[in-house]
Protein backbone atom coordinates (compact mmCIF):
# COMPACT_ATOMS: atom_id res chain seq x y z
CA UNK A 1 0.00 0.00 0.00
CA UNK A 2 2.90 2.31 0.35
CA UNK A 3 2.76 3.05 -2.88
CA UNK A 4 -1.09 3.27 -3.64
CA UNK A 5 -1.88 5.74 -0.72
CA UNK A 6 0.35 8.32 -1.62
CA UNK A 7 -0.63 8.36 -5.25
CA UNK A 8 -4.46 8.14 -4.96
CA UNK A 9 -5.11 10.24 -1.14
CA UNK A 10 -2.56 13.30 -2.42
CA UNK A 11 -5.26 15.04 -4.17
CA UNK A 12 -7.72 15.14 -0.72
CA UNK A 13 -4.99 16.31 1.16
CA UNK A 14 -7.08 18.43 2.70
CA UNK A 15 -9.59 16.34 3.90
CA UNK A 16 -6.91 14.25 5.63
CA UNK A 17 -5.97 17.36 7.18
CA UNK A 18 -9.37 18.61 8.36
CA UNK A 19 -9.58 14.99 10.03
CA UNK A 20 -6.13 14.90 11.79
CA UNK A 21 -7.14 18.32 13.20
CA UNK A 22 -10.45 16.73 14.46
CA UNK A 23 -8.73 13.51 15.96
CA UNK A 24 -6.30 15.41 17.32
CA UNK A 25 -9.10 17.63 19.37
CA UNK A 26 -10.78 14.18 20.18
CA UNK A 27 -7.74 12.34 21.68
CA UNK A 28 -6.82 15.20 23.66
CA UNK A 29 -10.83 15.63 25.14
CA UNK A 30 -10.66 12.57 26.02
CA UNK A 31 -7.52 12.90 27.79
CA UNK A 32 -8.64 15.93 29.38
CA UNK A 33 -11.53 14.26 30.63
CA UNK A 34 -10.48 11.71 32.88
CA UNK A 35 -8.26 15.03 34.79
CA UNK A 36 -11.11 16.09 35.08
CA UNK A 37 -12.90 13.62 36.95
CA UNK A 38 -10.17 13.24 39.52
CA UNK A 39 -10.65 16.61 40.38
CA UNK A 40 -13.89 16.82 40.79
CA UNK A 41 -13.11 13.29 43.29
CA UNK A 42 -10.61 14.67 44.93
CA UNK A 43 -11.43 18.32 45.51
CA UNK A 44 -15.13 18.48 44.80
CA UNK A 45 -16.46 15.29 46.80
CA UNK A 46 -14.20 14.94 49.58
CA UNK A 47 -14.11 19.16 50.15
CA UNK A 48 -17.68 19.11 49.90
CA UNK A 49 -17.91 21.49 47.52
CA UNK A 50 -20.79 21.71 45.34
CA UNK A 51 -20.06 24.69 43.12
CA UNK A 52 -16.64 23.21 42.48
CA UNK A 53 -18.51 19.86 40.82
CA UNK A 54 -21.21 21.81 39.23
CA UNK A 55 -18.51 24.41 37.69
CA UNK A 56 -16.60 21.57 36.42
CA UNK A 57 -19.25 18.97 35.58
CA UNK A 58 -20.38 21.78 32.90
CA UNK A 59 -17.42 22.20 31.63
CA UNK A 60 -16.61 18.29 31.05
CA UNK A 61 -20.02 18.65 29.31
CA UNK A 62 -19.15 21.11 27.45
CA UNK A 63 -15.92 19.40 26.32
CA UNK A 64 -17.92 16.09 25.68
CA UNK A 65 -20.24 18.39 23.46
CA UNK A 66 -17.23 19.40 21.41
CA UNK A 67 -16.08 15.69 21.35
CA UNK A 68 -19.01 14.53 20.00
CA UNK A 69 -19.16 16.96 17.27
CA UNK A 70 -15.68 16.76 16.15
CA UNK A 71 -16.31 12.89 15.84
CA UNK A 72 -19.35 13.27 13.52
CA UNK A 73 -17.40 15.60 11.26
CA UNK A 74 -14.55 13.85 11.54
CA UNK A 75 -16.27 10.38 9.88
CA UNK A 76 -17.98 12.99 7.48
CA UNK A 77 -15.00 13.38 5.59
CA UNK A 78 -13.49 10.56 6.59
CA UNK A 79 -15.49 8.31 4.91
CA UNK A 80 -16.03 10.57 1.87
CA UNK A 81 -11.98 11.07 1.33
CA UNK A 82 -11.81 7.04 1.50
CA UNK A 83 -15.19 6.83 -0.87
CA UNK A 84 -13.63 8.76 -3.17
CA UNK A 85 -10.56 6.89 -3.45
CA UNK A 86 -12.38 3.67 -3.87
CA UNK A 87 -13.61 5.26 -7.16
CA UNK A 88 -10.19 6.68 -8.00
CA UNK A 89 -8.90 3.01 -8.14
CA UNK A 90 -11.44 1.41 -9.58
CA UNK A 91 -11.20 4.43 -12.70
CA UNK A 92 -7.44 3.83 -12.40
CA UNK A 93 -7.97 0.01 -13.30
CA UNK A 94 -10.77 0.37 -15.94
CA UNK A 95 -8.35 2.92 -17.92
CA UNK A 96 -5.38 0.80 -17.79
CA UNK A 97 -6.96 -2.19 -18.53
CA UNK A 98 -8.77 -0.80 -21.85
CA UNK A 99 -5.16 0.03 -22.74
CA UNK A 100 -4.23 -3.25 -22.60
CA UNK A 101 -3.48 -5.39 -25.51
CA UNK A 102 -4.52 -9.44 -25.58
CA UNK A 103 -1.27 -10.63 -24.35
CA UNK A 104 -1.73 -8.36 -20.93
CA UNK A 105 -5.24 -9.36 -20.19
CA UNK A 106 -4.44 -12.65 -20.53
CA UNK A 107 -1.38 -12.67 -18.51
CA UNK A 108 -4.13 -11.95 -15.63
CA UNK A 109 -7.18 -13.35 -16.48
CA UNK A 110 -11.09 -11.27 -16.74
CA UNK A 111 -11.73 -13.32 -13.45
CA UNK A 112 -8.61 -11.49 -11.78
CA UNK A 113 -8.97 -8.30 -13.12
CA UNK A 114 -12.81 -8.25 -12.06
CA UNK A 115 -11.94 -9.20 -8.66
CA UNK A 116 -8.97 -6.44 -8.31
CA UNK A 117 -11.16 -3.77 -9.56
CA UNK A 118 -14.34 -5.02 -7.35
CA UNK A 119 -13.10 -6.46 -4.09
CA UNK A 120 -9.36 -6.24 -3.34
CA UNK A 121 -10.52 -2.22 -4.17
CA UNK A 122 -12.79 -2.56 -1.18
CA UNK A 123 -11.01 -3.96 0.86
CA UNK A 124 -8.56 -0.98 0.46
CA UNK A 125 -11.19 1.05 1.18
CA UNK A 126 -12.66 -1.07 3.56
CA UNK A 127 -9.47 -0.58 6.00
CA UNK A 128 -8.81 3.35 4.89
CA UNK A 129 -12.13 3.77 6.27
CA UNK A 130 -11.36 2.35 9.68
CA UNK A 131 -7.97 3.97 9.81
CA UNK A 132 -9.40 7.66 9.33
CA UNK A 133 -11.92 6.67 12.48
CA UNK A 134 -10.06 4.77 14.53
CA UNK A 135 -6.22 3.98 13.17
CA UNK A 136 -5.52 8.21 13.40
CA UNK A 137 -7.05 8.10 17.25
CA UNK A 138 -5.23 5.34 18.28
CA UNK A 139 -1.18 6.22 18.21
CA UNK A 140 -2.44 9.82 19.98
CA UNK A 141 -4.37 7.59 22.61
CA UNK A 142 -1.98 5.45 23.76
CA UNK A 143 0.88 8.06 23.85
CA UNK A 144 -0.69 10.49 25.15
CA UNK A 145 -2.48 8.21 27.79
CA UNK A 146 0.94 6.67 28.58
CA UNK A 147 1.80 10.35 29.12
CA UNK A 148 -1.21 11.34 31.33
CA UNK A 149 -1.25 7.96 33.50
CA UNK A 150 2.82 9.09 34.12
CA UNK A 151 1.51 12.18 34.99
CA UNK A 152 -0.86 10.41 37.74
CA UNK A 153 1.55 8.02 39.39
CA UNK A 154 4.84 7.04 37.76
CA UNK A 155 5.35 3.34 39.91
CA UNK A 156 1.88 2.14 38.77
CA UNK A 157 2.68 2.99 35.69
CA UNK A 158 5.36 0.21 35.35
CA UNK A 159 2.38 -2.28 34.05
CA UNK A 160 2.80 -0.75 30.81
CA UNK A 161 6.14 -2.13 30.64
CA UNK A 162 4.67 -5.58 30.36
CA UNK A 163 1.42 -5.13 28.80
CA UNK A 164 2.07 -3.16 25.72
CA UNK A 165 4.99 -5.14 24.30
CA UNK A 166 2.37 -8.23 24.96
CA UNK A 167 -0.25 -6.48 23.02
CA UNK A 168 2.08 -5.85 20.29
CA UNK A 169 4.24 -9.19 19.83
CA UNK A 170 0.60 -10.73 19.39
CA UNK A 171 -0.24 -8.25 16.61
CA UNK A 172 2.45 -8.59 15.03
CA UNK A 173 2.53 -12.59 15.02
CA UNK A 174 -0.83 -12.41 13.79
CA UNK A 175 -0.35 -10.33 11.03
CA UNK A 176 3.30 -12.04 9.78
CA UNK A 177 0.93 -15.36 10.00
CA UNK A 178 -2.18 -13.80 8.19
CA UNK A 179 -0.53 -12.03 4.93
CA UNK A 180 0.16 -15.46 2.76
CA UNK A 181 -3.33 -16.25 3.78
CA UNK A 182 -4.60 -13.58 2.45
CA UNK A 183 -3.42 -13.43 -0.23
CA UNK A 184 -4.18 -16.80 -1.13
CA UNK A 185 -7.84 -15.69 -0.25
CA UNK A 186 -7.73 -13.24 -3.05
CA UNK A 187 -6.39 -15.65 -5.73
CA UNK A 188 -9.42 -18.62 -4.43
CA UNK A 189 -11.87 -15.38 -4.66
CA UNK A 190 -10.44 -14.86 -8.57
CA UNK A 191 -11.27 -19.08 -8.76
CA UNK A 192 -15.15 -18.78 -8.03
CA UNK A 193 -15.47 -15.77 -10.27
CA UNK A 194 -13.87 -17.93 -12.94
CA UNK A 195 -15.97 -20.99 -12.51
CA UNK A 196 -19.10 -18.47 -12.20
CA UNK A 197 -18.60 -16.85 -15.36
CA UNK A 198 -17.50 -19.70 -17.31
CA UNK A 199 -20.93 -21.56 -15.53
CA UNK A 200 -22.96 -18.65 -17.06
CA UNK A 201 -21.52 -18.25 -19.96
CA UNK A 202 -21.78 -21.43 -21.04
CA UNK A 203 -24.80 -22.65 -19.22
CA UNK A 204 -26.35 -23.90 -22.69
CA UNK A 205 -23.55 -26.05 -23.70
CA UNK A 206 -23.96 -27.57 -19.29
CA UNK A 207 -27.60 -28.60 -20.17
CA UNK A 208 -27.02 -29.65 -23.44
CA UNK A 209 -24.39 -31.79 -22.17
CA UNK A 210 -26.42 -32.98 -18.96
CA UNK A 211 -23.03 -31.61 -16.79
CA UNK A 212 -25.09 -29.47 -14.45
CA UNK A 213 -24.06 -31.62 -11.57
CA UNK A 214 -20.30 -31.66 -12.76
CA UNK A 215 -20.52 -27.81 -12.62
CA UNK A 216 -21.98 -27.78 -9.20
CA UNK A 217 -19.16 -30.20 -7.76
CA UNK A 218 -16.68 -28.19 -9.52
CA UNK A 219 -18.24 -25.15 -8.17
CA UNK A 220 -18.26 -26.45 -4.75
CA UNK A 221 -14.72 -27.89 -4.86
CA UNK A 222 -13.56 -23.96 -5.04
CA UNK A 223 -16.49 -22.97 -2.63
CA UNK A 224 -15.23 -25.46 -0.12
CA UNK A 225 -11.27 -24.48 -0.87
CA UNK A 226 -11.78 -20.68 -0.25
CA UNK A 227 -14.15 -21.50 2.66
CA UNK A 228 -11.17 -23.72 4.59
CA UNK A 229 -8.24 -21.03 3.90
CA UNK A 230 -10.72 -17.70 5.11
CA UNK A 231 -11.45 -20.27 8.18
CA UNK A 232 -7.43 -20.99 9.06
CA UNK A 233 -7.74 -17.13 8.93
CA UNK A 234 -9.80 -16.77 11.09
CA UNK A 235 -9.11 -18.98 13.69
CA UNK A 236 -5.99 -17.39 13.83
CA UNK A 237 -7.60 -14.37 14.80
CA UNK A 238 -10.13 -15.93 16.78
CA UNK A 239 -6.60 -16.70 19.39
CA UNK A 240 -6.16 -13.08 19.20
CA UNK A 241 -9.31 -11.43 20.25
CA UNK A 242 -9.73 -13.19 23.97
CA UNK A 243 -5.39 -12.57 24.24
CA UNK A 244 -6.60 -9.02 23.93
CA UNK A 245 -9.37 -8.76 26.30
CA UNK A 246 -7.92 -11.25 28.84
CA UNK A 247 -4.83 -8.63 28.48
CA UNK A 248 -6.92 -5.80 29.13
CA UNK A 249 -8.84 -7.22 32.34
CA UNK A 250 -5.88 -8.70 33.65
CA UNK A 251 -4.22 -5.49 33.68
CA UNK A 252 -7.47 -3.80 35.19
CA UNK A 253 -7.33 -6.50 38.36
CA UNK A 254 -3.42 -5.44 38.69
CA UNK A 255 -4.45 -1.50 38.63
CA UNK A 256 -7.01 -2.32 41.51
CA UNK A 257 -5.01 -4.10 43.42
CA UNK A 258 -1.55 -2.25 43.17
CA UNK A 259 -3.92 0.96 43.41
CA UNK A 260 -5.29 0.51 46.44
CA UNK A 261 -2.04 -0.80 48.05
CA UNK A 262 -0.72 2.49 47.05
CA UNK A 263 -3.80 4.47 48.33
CA UNK A 264 -3.18 2.39 51.47
CA UNK A 265 -0.09 3.53 52.04
CA UNK A 266 -0.92 7.43 51.41
CA UNK A 267 1.04 7.35 47.57
CA UNK A 268 -2.01 7.96 46.02
CA UNK A 269 -5.35 9.77 46.34
CA UNK A 270 -8.60 7.72 45.03
CA UNK A 271 -9.17 10.40 42.53
CA UNK A 272 -5.78 9.51 41.04
CA UNK A 273 -6.40 6.03 40.55
CA UNK A 274 -9.59 6.51 39.01
CA UNK A 275 -8.07 9.17 36.40
CA UNK A 276 -5.48 6.40 36.04
CA UNK A 277 -7.77 3.77 35.27
CA UNK A 278 -9.34 5.61 32.59
CA UNK A 279 -6.14 6.06 31.32
CA UNK A 280 -4.81 2.36 31.17
CA UNK A 281 -8.32 1.42 29.53
CA UNK A 282 -7.84 4.69 26.77
CA UNK A 283 -4.70 3.44 26.32
CA UNK A 284 -5.49 -0.66 25.97
CA UNK A 285 -8.43 0.33 23.81
CA UNK A 286 -6.53 2.21 21.40
CA UNK A 287 -4.44 -0.56 21.43
CA UNK A 288 -6.77 -2.89 21.13
CA UNK A 289 -8.67 -0.98 18.11
CA UNK A 290 -5.25 -0.52 16.57
CA UNK A 291 -4.81 -4.34 16.50
CA UNK A 292 -8.84 -5.23 15.19
CA UNK A 293 -7.75 -2.84 12.67
CA UNK A 294 -4.46 -5.13 11.60
CA UNK A 295 -7.18 -7.37 11.36
CA UNK A 296 -7.97 -6.00 7.78
CA UNK A 297 -4.59 -4.61 7.01
CA UNK A 298 -2.96 -8.03 5.80
CA UNK A 299 -5.87 -8.90 3.38
CA UNK A 300 -5.57 -4.86 2.56
CA UNK A 301 -2.39 -5.37 1.73
CA UNK A 302 -2.57 -8.76 -0.49
CA UNK A 303 -5.33 -6.55 -2.06
CA UNK A 304 -2.87 -3.67 -2.69
CA UNK A 305 -0.54 -5.62 -4.37
CA UNK A 306 -2.47 -6.96 -6.81
CA UNK A 307 -4.03 -3.74 -7.79
CA UNK A 308 -0.38 -2.57 -8.09
CA UNK A 309 0.49 -4.74 -10.16
CA UNK A 310 -2.09 -3.83 -12.91
CA UNK A 311 -1.43 -0.09 -12.47
CA UNK A 312 2.21 -1.04 -12.85
CA UNK A 313 1.99 -3.27 -16.14
CA UNK A 314 3.80 -1.88 -18.82
CA UNK A 315 1.67 -2.09 -21.67
CA UNK A 316 2.87 -3.88 -24.60
CA UNK A 317 0.75 -1.56 -27.59
CA UNK A 318 1.04 2.68 -26.88
CA UNK A 319 1.72 5.50 -29.17
CA UNK A 320 4.83 6.50 -30.09
CA UNK A 321 6.63 9.27 -28.97
CA UNK A 322 6.13 11.05 -32.44
CA UNK A 323 3.22 9.95 -34.31
CA UNK A 324 2.98 9.95 -37.80
CA UNK A 325 -1.02 10.80 -39.34
CA UNK A 326 -2.38 10.35 -42.95
CA UNK A 327 -3.25 13.22 -43.96
CA UNK A 328 -5.84 11.81 -46.24
CA UNK A 329 -6.38 8.18 -45.37
CA UNK A 330 -7.31 6.11 -48.70
CA UNK A 331 -7.38 2.78 -46.73
CA UNK A 332 -4.66 1.09 -48.70
CA UNK A 333 -3.55 -2.20 -46.41
CA UNK A 334 0.23 -3.50 -47.14
CA UNK A 335 1.77 -6.56 -45.49
CA UNK A 336 5.01 -6.98 -46.21
CA UNK A 337 6.93 -9.84 -44.99
CA UNK A 338 4.97 -9.88 -41.67
CA UNK A 339 5.76 -12.37 -39.10
CA UNK A 340 4.14 -13.28 -35.73
CA UNK A 341 4.16 -15.42 -32.76
CA UNK A 342 2.29 -15.48 -29.30
CA UNK A 343 4.55 -15.17 -26.55
CA UNK A 344 6.20 -17.77 -25.63
CA UNK A 345 5.81 -19.71 -28.42
CA UNK A 346 8.74 -21.65 -30.21
CA UNK A 347 7.27 -21.56 -33.55
CA UNK A 348 5.52 -18.49 -35.51
CA UNK A 349 1.63 -18.48 -36.16
CA UNK A 350 2.20 -16.50 -39.27
CA UNK A 351 5.73 -16.23 -41.40
CA UNK A 352 6.91 -13.88 -44.75
CA UNK A 353 2.96 -12.56 -45.31
CA UNK A 354 3.25 -10.30 -48.18
CA UNK A 355 -0.11 -9.02 -49.94
CA UNK A 356 -1.63 -5.64 -50.37
CA UNK A 357 -5.64 -4.60 -50.03
CA UNK A 358 -6.25 -1.77 -51.56
CA UNK A 359 -9.61 0.15 -51.70
CA UNK A 360 -12.31 -0.36 -54.26
CA UNK A 361 -11.29 -4.35 -53.92
CA UNK A 362 -12.54 -7.02 -51.80
CA UNK A 363 -10.10 -9.11 -49.95
CA UNK A 364 -10.45 -12.38 -48.93
CA UNK A 365 -8.38 -14.75 -46.35
CA UNK A 366 -9.58 -18.52 -46.89
CA UNK A 367 -7.25 -21.39 -45.56
CA UNK A 368 -7.93 -24.31 -42.75
CA UNK A 369 -8.65 -23.82 -39.47
CA UNK A 370 -5.84 -22.82 -37.37
CA UNK A 371 -3.91 -21.36 -40.54
CA UNK A 372 -3.69 -18.48 -38.60
CA UNK A 373 -6.10 -16.21 -40.45
CA UNK A 374 -7.82 -14.50 -37.33
CA UNK A 375 -4.55 -13.59 -36.43
CA UNK A 376 -3.54 -12.47 -39.53
CA UNK A 377 -6.51 -9.67 -39.45
CA UNK A 378 -5.75 -9.22 -35.23
CA UNK A 379 -2.54 -7.45 -36.85
CA UNK A 380 -4.04 -4.55 -38.57
CA UNK A 381 -6.07 -3.00 -35.70
CA UNK A 382 -2.83 -3.81 -33.58
CA UNK A 383 -4.67 -6.48 -31.08
CA UNK A 384 -1.55 -7.36 -31.29
CA UNK A 385 2.60 -6.44 -32.66
CA UNK A 386 4.00 -8.12 -35.48
CA UNK A 387 7.33 -9.93 -34.54
CA UNK A 388 9.02 -8.61 -37.61
CA UNK A 389 7.82 -7.21 -40.80
CA UNK A 390 4.99 -4.49 -41.09
CA UNK A 391 1.54 -3.70 -41.52
CA UNK A 392 1.16 -0.84 -42.76
CA UNK A 393 -1.94 1.67 -44.22
CA UNK A 394 -1.46 4.27 -47.10
CA UNK A 395 2.82 3.64 -46.35
CA UNK A 396 2.73 4.39 -42.81
CA UNK A 397 3.27 1.43 -40.34
CA UNK A 398 0.73 1.03 -37.97
CA UNK A 399 2.67 1.41 -35.17
CA UNK A 400 4.02 4.72 -36.06
CA UNK A 401 0.26 5.85 -35.59
CA UNK A 402 -1.84 7.18 -32.74
CA UNK A 403 -4.29 3.81 -31.50
CA UNK A 404 -7.06 5.94 -32.21
CA UNK A 405 -6.11 7.53 -34.97
CA UNK A 406 -5.55 3.96 -36.45
CA UNK A 407 -9.32 2.51 -35.08
CA UNK A 408 -10.97 5.28 -35.99
CA UNK A 409 -9.97 4.19 -40.25
CA UNK A 410 -11.32 0.80 -39.21
CA UNK A 411 -14.22 -1.02 -38.84
CA UNK A 412 -14.35 -4.22 -37.65
CA UNK A 413 -17.11 -6.97 -37.22
CA UNK A 414 -15.22 -9.81 -34.77
CA UNK A 415 -16.23 -13.80 -35.25
CA UNK A 416 -18.24 -13.44 -32.39
CA UNK A 417 -20.58 -10.70 -32.61
CA UNK A 418 -20.91 -8.34 -29.64
CA UNK A 419 -23.61 -6.27 -28.83
CA UNK A 420 -23.80 -3.76 -25.56
CA UNK A 421 -27.22 -3.53 -23.22
CA UNK A 422 -29.01 -0.64 -24.47
CA UNK A 423 -30.78 -0.32 -27.57
CA UNK A 424 -30.45 -0.57 -30.99
CA UNK A 425 -29.45 2.73 -31.89
CA UNK A 426 -27.08 2.93 -29.41
CA UNK A 427 -25.53 0.05 -30.59
CA UNK A 428 -25.21 1.27 -34.20
CA UNK A 429 -24.16 4.38 -32.68
CA UNK A 430 -20.87 2.97 -31.25
CA UNK A 431 -18.46 4.03 -34.38
CA UNK A 432 -20.04 7.43 -34.78
CA UNK A 433 -22.13 8.72 -32.12
CA UNK A 434 -23.29 11.60 -34.67
CA UNK A 435 -24.97 9.38 -36.42
CA UNK A 436 -28.46 10.32 -37.13
CA UNK A 437 -31.54 7.53 -37.58
CA UNK A 438 -31.45 7.95 -41.86
CA UNK A 439 -28.06 6.81 -41.28
CA UNK A 440 -28.67 3.99 -39.31
CA UNK A 441 -31.83 2.42 -41.14
CA UNK A 442 -29.42 3.18 -44.46
CA UNK A 443 -26.89 0.86 -42.39
CA UNK A 444 -29.32 -1.65 -41.65
CA UNK A 445 -30.97 -1.93 -45.41
CA UNK A 446 -27.21 -2.89 -46.41
CA UNK A 447 -26.88 -5.56 -43.31
CA UNK A 448 -30.02 -6.73 -44.09
CA UNK A 449 -31.30 -6.09 -40.82
CA UNK A 450 -33.76 -2.93 -41.16
CA UNK A 451 -36.69 -5.78 -41.64
CA UNK A 452 -36.47 -7.53 -38.27
CA UNK A 453 -35.35 -4.32 -36.65
CA UNK A 454 -39.09 -2.67 -37.68
CA UNK A 455 -40.63 -5.47 -36.35
CA UNK A 456 -38.88 -4.86 -32.87
CA UNK A 457 -41.23 -3.00 -30.24
CA UNK A 458 -39.74 0.29 -30.41
CA UNK A 459 -37.94 -0.33 -33.70
CA UNK A 460 -34.42 1.76 -33.20
CA UNK A 461 -35.11 2.54 -29.56
CA UNK A 462 -35.71 -0.86 -29.02
CA UNK A 463 -34.03 -2.56 -26.03
CA UNK A 464 -31.03 -4.71 -26.67
CA UNK A 465 -29.48 -7.20 -23.21
CA UNK A 466 -26.10 -7.71 -22.68
CA UNK A 467 -23.97 -9.19 -25.14
CA UNK A 468 -27.66 -9.64 -27.86
CA UNK A 469 -28.89 -12.47 -25.99
CA UNK A 470 -32.34 -11.25 -26.87
CA UNK A 471 -31.89 -11.31 -30.76
CA UNK A 472 -30.65 -14.35 -32.42
CA UNK A 473 -27.51 -15.27 -33.72
CA UNK A 474 -27.68 -14.11 -37.36
CA UNK A 475 -29.65 -10.99 -36.12
CA UNK A 476 -26.61 -10.19 -33.81
CA UNK A 477 -24.20 -10.39 -36.85
CA UNK A 478 -26.11 -8.41 -39.34
CA UNK A 479 -26.65 -5.62 -36.30
CA UNK A 480 -22.60 -6.19 -35.95
CA UNK A 481 -21.96 -5.32 -39.37
CA UNK A 482 -24.54 -2.60 -39.36
CA UNK A 483 -22.55 -1.06 -37.12
CA UNK A 484 -19.13 -1.04 -38.75
CA UNK A 485 -21.24 0.17 -41.50
CA UNK A 486 -22.77 2.97 -39.55
CA UNK A 487 -18.75 4.16 -38.41
CA UNK A 488 -17.91 4.20 -42.69
CA UNK A 489 -14.10 3.21 -42.03
CA UNK A 490 -11.99 3.75 -44.82
CA UNK A 491 -10.73 -0.11 -44.12
CA UNK A 492 -13.61 -2.87 -43.01
CA UNK A 493 -12.16 -5.80 -41.36
CA UNK A 494 -15.30 -8.61 -41.46
CA UNK A 495 -13.65 -11.77 -39.72
CA UNK A 496 -15.81 -14.75 -40.32
CA UNK A 497 -19.33 -12.61 -39.66
CA UNK A 498 -21.34 -14.24 -42.31
CA UNK A 499 -20.95 -17.89 -41.17
CA UNK A 500 -24.68 -17.37 -39.01
CA UNK A 501 -26.53 -16.33 -42.20
CA UNK A 502 -28.24 -18.41 -44.77
CA UNK A 503 -27.11 -18.49 -48.45
CA UNK A 504 -29.78 -15.99 -49.33
CA UNK A 505 -29.51 -13.05 -47.09
CA UNK A 506 -25.62 -13.63 -47.24
CA UNK A 507 -25.54 -13.19 -51.33
CA UNK A 508 -27.99 -10.01 -50.60
CA UNK A 509 -25.93 -8.62 -47.75
CA UNK A 510 -22.45 -8.92 -50.19
CA UNK A 511 -24.35 -7.43 -53.36
CA UNK A 512 -25.16 -4.47 -50.71
CA UNK A 513 -21.98 -4.34 -48.96
CA UNK A 514 -20.12 -4.06 -52.39
CA UNK A 515 -22.04 -1.06 -53.71
CA UNK A 516 -21.44 0.83 -50.10
CA UNK A 517 -17.85 0.15 -49.70
CA UNK A 518 -16.67 1.35 -53.56
CA UNK A 519 -13.97 3.28 -52.06
CA UNK A 520 -12.87 1.75 -48.52
CA UNK A 521 -11.11 -1.37 -48.39
CA UNK A 522 -12.81 -4.98 -47.78
CA UNK A 523 -10.96 -7.42 -46.47
CA UNK A 524 -13.33 -10.87 -45.24
CA UNK A 525 -11.90 -13.85 -43.37
CA UNK A 526 -14.40 -16.50 -44.30
CA UNK A 527 -14.56 -20.21 -44.06
CA UNK A 528 -17.72 -20.79 -46.45
CA UNK A 529 -16.24 -20.69 -50.09
CA UNK A 530 -19.47 -18.95 -51.41
CA UNK A 531 -18.89 -15.79 -49.56
CA UNK A 532 -15.29 -15.16 -50.74
CA UNK A 533 -15.72 -16.72 -54.75
CA UNK A 534 -16.19 -13.41 -56.03
CA UNK A 535 -13.57 -11.66 -54.20
CA UNK A 536 -11.12 -9.29 -56.37
CA UNK A 537 -8.01 -10.94 -54.09
CA UNK A 538 -7.84 -14.12 -52.46
CA UNK A 539 -5.33 -15.21 -49.71
CA UNK A 540 -4.73 -18.69 -48.91
CA UNK A 541 -3.23 -19.15 -46.06
CA UNK A 542 -1.57 -22.69 -45.07
CA UNK A 543 0.15 -23.44 -41.53
CA UNK A 544 0.74 -19.59 -41.76
CA UNK A 545 1.76 -19.27 -45.34
CA UNK A 546 0.91 -17.82 -48.06
CA UNK A 547 0.39 -20.59 -50.54
CA UNK A 548 -1.36 -18.75 -53.28
CA UNK A 549 -3.04 -14.92 -54.16
CA UNK A 550 -5.35 -14.21 -56.81
CA UNK A 551 -9.13 -14.60 -58.14
CA UNK A 552 -11.12 -17.67 -57.38
CA UNK A 553 -10.30 -18.74 -61.31
CA UNK A 554 -6.96 -18.22 -60.96
CA UNK A 555 -6.44 -19.90 -57.41
CA UNK A 556 -8.74 -22.74 -58.86
CA UNK A 557 -5.77 -23.70 -61.46
CA UNK A 558 -2.91 -22.85 -59.98
CA UNK A 559 -3.31 -23.90 -55.54
CA UNK A 560 -3.74 -26.85 -54.76
CA UNK A 561 -4.65 -25.79 -51.07
CA UNK A 562 -7.83 -23.19 -52.66
CA UNK A 563 -8.63 -26.31 -54.72
CA UNK A 564 -8.94 -28.67 -51.82
CA UNK A 565 -11.11 -26.29 -49.68
CA UNK A 566 -13.33 -25.27 -52.77
CA UNK A 567 -14.35 -29.12 -53.39
CA UNK A 568 -14.51 -29.91 -49.73
CA UNK A 569 -17.47 -27.51 -50.03
CA UNK A 570 -18.79 -27.38 -53.58
CA UNK A 571 -19.10 -30.49 -56.61
CA UNK A 572 -17.61 -29.87 -59.32
CA UNK A 573 -20.78 -28.97 -61.15
CA UNK A 574 -21.12 -26.09 -58.58
CA UNK A 575 -18.28 -24.72 -59.52
CA UNK A 576 -18.60 -24.72 -62.55
Keep these: ?28 SNLYLPSLNADIINYGVVKGDTDYIVRTGVFMLLVTSML ?21 VRSAIFRKVMSFSQKDTNTFGTPSLITRNTN ?20 IMCVGGIIMALREDVPLSGLFVVVIPLVVGMI ?141 TEVDLCDPDEPQEIAEPRGVVEFDNVEFRYPGAEEPVLCGITFTARPGQTTAIVGSTGSG ?5 NLIPRFYDVTSGSVCIDGVDVRQLRQESLWKLIGVVPQKAFLFSGTVAGNL ?13 HALTIAQGREFVSEMEGGLEAEIDQGGTNVSGG ?36 AALRKETRNATVIIVAQRVGTIMRADQIVVLDSGNVVGIGTHETLMGSCETYREIVYSQLTREEVA
Excluded at 1 to 28: D, E, H, N
Excluded at 72 to 79: E, Y
Excluded at 271 to 284: C, E, K
Excluded at 496 to 507: E, G, H, M, R, V
Aim: proline share 3%.
Design 1 to 28: MTKLLPRFLWPYRLSLAVVLILVAIQAI
Design 68 to 88: GVCSIVAVFFGSRTAMKFGRD
Design 120 to 139: DVQQVQMVLVMAFNVMIMAP
Design 172 to 312: AIVATLALPMFRSVQKKTDRINQVMRETLSGVRVIRAFVRTEHEERRFDDANADLTRTQLRVNRLFAVMIPFLFGTMNLATIAIVWFGGLRIDSGGMQIGNLSAFLQYVMLVLFSVMMAALIFVMVPRAAAASERIQAVLD
Design 373 to 377: KTTLA
Design 429 to 441: RYGDETADDEALW
Design 475 to 510: QRQRLAIARAIAKKPKVYIFDDSFSALDFKTDQQLR
